[in-house]
């Protein structure tokens, strides 16, 4: 098994490698590649665990590998997450378009 290595550094040109999809596949590749180096037996059950972020990559993992994952536990993560989520602060949501749309419109009436 050899390693996957997109880029030599994390300069911002190759930030476009730190998805969670790229995570998912590194975290599917660490299981495998302990699996070999540590001669872990067939039949060994793998649990994800993760709060908020890592909680949804925890889930994510399960769904999309699971004869790697035999179960996960996902604490307050935003599982569903969008960008017009309607349960998440001004603030948070204000941040979110600043990073991610380059626009922050106060539309949401603050409770």
Known sequence: MTGIVPCRDLSTKNLIYQSSQQALADLAYFIEAMTV??????????IAFGGSYSGAL???????????????????????????????PFEVKCK???????????DIPLK
Request: aromatic share 12%; net charge positive; with cysteine.
């Open 96 to 106: 979110f378009r600043i990073a991610v749309l380059s626009v922050c419109i106060p």
């Open 37 to 46: 180096k540590y001669e872990i037996p067939d039949g060994t059950k793998w």
């Open 58 to 88: 925890a889930a994510w993992l399960r769904a999309k590998y699971p004869h790697l994952i035999h179960g996960a536990v996902s604490a307050s993560s935003p599982l569903l997450a969008k960008a017009d989520f309607r349960g998440m």
